[in-house]
């Protein structure tokens, strides 16, 4: 092909900038030489599908990709990073493909959520499930003429000598070049999947301080994604947002019944990953790194959540005998489900129970090391779904009640996720002077679960709610306004929110939290009947959720969240999911133990048993109908305090 | 979406046939309600890419595809299996998508190469690479409520309880509707992936009857594809033909050399990769089955055609110190590397020993069973590369010549490979008159190796080639004739020929044999020498290629090919590569002692040793320079018969 031109003409529109380029090169790369800047997470392995471009006129050499559908090719669409320049082209940029510098940086919604999962990982011997090695392997002679592939699996074997390795095909394809071209210096990315040991990917020369992975929790509210760094065993960076599936049922048997009934099982798959990949690009901007580097990632979540993730059928769910598609998940590509991280990296999901106890559960359980504990504990996992596990290292019963979204925020008018600018703690003073502290010290936005759960205390304390959780309209008069014939509290007034109204609570409010923490309180009790012992022999009680980074445990218990036990054996340990899944990205064993746990785990189906509904119903009251249950309680204030 | 019609008008172009088909039927299925055949040899799992149509006007709705390009989809091209009808659409059916009745059922030039390898696969123990399991499972109940995957993974493990088993993605997302739909009664087929073994597919009913694999030779010159029952233990079908790499170089260096200067790697692989999969095709077609029951495929090939194969880099072949990219090849996705079988279907590639020494041959010594000789024992394997093993179970030296593919019919005028109406035997008789066989007794096209091989020794028999090959014209007068100024002799006389001229041999096909011969003989003399021990110790010489079913040890000896040792040590035993890769197939031990042998035998580079080119030079004569090697040789007849 003699007569084509070596340099070629690059026009880009709307811009009307112009560029000459040797034939071959990538419109990406040629953009970028124009100054002009495409979107694009992956760097041009045709991953992310940001880099979306229109081709006006002109040769181009393109490589067939999914990530174009037929009408979008027919229009003339084309990944910038999949197709070269075979001669003078004209290229439209659309505004979405753009990259507006400081697009992400700058989102002042955007809340580090370093601090949200108070539990460490210390104590699990370091292992990262993907990690790297740098390796000199030495060039090849007529001595030493082992082969390319051969080579490397020595190589690693000096690191890992009991690893059975196995490398994939597009390790294998790509590595004669990288080990020629690098002068056999490398760095080989090694994964565990079950028995073997993956060589994930081979890169040239030392890149082993680069090494992040993902710790993933999808909650059936919120979604939350940290980024670690497998190096040094740090967290990086967190971010979170409501699941995008909540337009199809706040709960998830709704959700799956959508997507029985509108075959919409991978539109709510996309759903999920969409929101994943929405927060991975977050993390990746803020944090000035790329896709690459993310080389692993490891998913906890209710059972019903991993299978939406996965695309698994979640119809036994719902349905009695309530069997899921699968508990235990294989270590998966990444990339398999659309996750955008490493085009190689790996997928790690953890293991669930049962229908209604999910992989969140088991995550937990070994981030606040239950598996290791000696004396009877309780661990409780406030989210839109409150699951309760009682035992200890040799046994655990565990079970599921609806507690509902309410200390997520959700159907709570002024509630909202632990962002910055959520009210995260509240102290009602005297003539109910409410004092607010947000999370960030921002002008206050909405309310937290902590938040929610001090001003329900407070508002008890001082007599503004009833023992039957009714406003009493007698006390806080100052506070209490009639709106649409409905009372209502005001937490912040219009001139000090930042959100152009009072922050106030409703009646409706109230009763969707205290129906929560009443459906809680109830599979405590029924679990602890069931297996036969007494609360006050529960040693330690391990309270977890999305609630904030701080939380009032006398407030848990003066509502009749949590069993009246001496506050010391309480521990407030945040979002345990998200622990466990770092602890596991980080360390073998604990991935190890999470397993274990999930095999020993029993689970006690309460939904079935009449005497749950029972339970429920006396907890509907602050703390609970039988306030001896509560000797530590102390009556509220105000005319009707004493009033059961 | 209520306003498009339920009902669909489908119109097929040229054929002008129409027919309404509900909304959301693919275009595949409406063809085939419409009588017309698209050509589909994955059943619409998008992996053969044979039914391409294209949309003339309407709606579809199509899932994008990498087998269609940037400019055919522009031009309306889809997949028929991969768009589903969405109201009145027209199509046009292009001529090369149209399936022909019979196309391939009657091809008279397919050779059934059911007898090729004459080494059996008895006496490794049975246990198919990739194997099937009928498993009635138990619906799930309150009291057994396992999840569906761990559900199948106890069932698979009642039959290998030792399995470290793995589900890939696909198979896990699609397991709970196959369960539920068959009422938990399912095949599953499962495949060692080294440490672990894989769930390659779950099928609902029992499909255990019907699991076929594929055993393959990739020869530089000759392309075989066996077709195995993997239940029945038995060969199905055999086909062949030409490596279409031909065309950049008989010899594989040349097209190194080529692949490197023109960037053509992935042509290479595509070349080869096609090949084969026009060899499944005929062998499918003519079998009457699919590709879905094609689960696994074993490969082996000399390492250059290994690395053309996997499109691995194999520069290192041809320079020295002479590395390849990967001796040992992990188990991998056939469709990774393009090979129509099963979507999940696996692929072993046999391991090679060095750069020159390749799978055909660890696969060919296991086949023969030199790692359980007790006795010294010599393997030839000649093809264009003529490879040589000498040793016994506990040892093995091997090395390599370049022998050309003369003895494959290559560049030789009418020599042709083992197929119908090849000449495969040959006699001189009284007058010069020649009596010859013909594979499948048509009539004769070409001659085969083991025909040439007879043909030569019979010339040198009756005095028309002298001791240094070289046509003696007062010999055989009546049947050596001159064209162009070149001797040429009379095999077949034009009125017997099925080519519409006379099947000559001439002295520049015999030169080229004799040189092949000669570079065999001077591999095995350096190898002897080597390891310092004697040809009469040798107690077995096992000599294999492609010469067809019947070779003339006798006459391998006449000419010095092999060493003049009693005809009883020495045995003919075909393609021994393609025997091994069966027995692989069917034995998880054959392919551990493939495995084995690889990483024992000791590779000689004779290359390098001028005393090589001295052992060549000398055995360029009939039988050899040094006559007192071949006590057992008659001098020819004929005036110059003792002419040395």
Known sequence: MPDKPTLCRVHFLPDDRTIDVERGETILAAAQKAGIYISSLCGGDAICGKCRVILRSGPIQSKPTTLLDRDEIREGYVLACQCTVQGHIEIEIPPETRLEEGQFLGDED?????????????????????RKYHLQLGTPSMRSPLAGHERLKQGILTREPDASLQAGYAVLRDL?????????????????REATTEVVQVEPGDTSRENLGLAVDVGTTTVVVQLVDLVQARIVDSEAKYNSQMKYGEDYIRRIMYANEHNALDAMQRLIVGDLNELIEILIRRNGTNLHSITCAVVAGNT???????GLDPTGIRKEPYVPAANFIP?????????????????????????????????????????EQEELCLFIDVGTNGEVVLGHKDWMVCCS???????????????????????????????????VETIGNRPPR?????????????????????????????????????????WQFVV??????????AIVITQADVSNLIRSKAAIYAAISMLVKTVNVRTEDIRHIFLAGGFGNYLDIRNAITLGLLPDLPPERIHFVGNTAIAGARAALLSEEALKRIENVARMMTYIDLMANPKYMDEFVSANFIPHTDIERFPSVKPPRGPRGGDT
């Open 110 to 130: 955007a809340q580090r959520f370093g601090m949200l999962s108070l539990i460490g990982g210390a104590g699990f011997p370091y292992a990262p499930l993907v």
């Open 331 to 371: 270590p998966l590509r990444a990339a398999q489900v659309g996750l955008h991280i490493n085009p190689r990296g790996l997928l790690f999901t953890l293991p669930s129970v049962a229908a209604y106890v999910g992989a969140d559960i088991t995550a937990g359980a070994v981030a606040i090391r239950l598996d």
């Open 492 to 501: 912040v007034p219009k001139e000090d929110s930042a959100v152009d109204d």
């Open 176 to 192: 004669n070049q990288i080990l020629d071209q690098s002068h056999y210096d490398v760095t080989a990315t090694i994964g565990r």
């Open 304 to 310: 019903a959540m991993i299978h939406f993730f996965l």
């Open 401 to 435: 009640a609806s507690a509902g979204p309410a200390f997520e925020g959700v159907g709570v008018e002024y509630g909202m996720r632990a962002a910055r600018g959520a009210i995260e703690r509240v102290h009602i003073g005297p003539d109910c002077r409410v004092e």
């Open 446 to 486: 909405g309310i937290c679960g902590s938040g929610l759960l001090d001003l329900l205390a407070e508002m008890y304390r001082v007599g503004v709610l009833g023992r039957n959780a009714r406003f009493q309209e007698a006390c806080g008069a100052s506070r209490l306004v009639k709106k649409d014939g409905n």
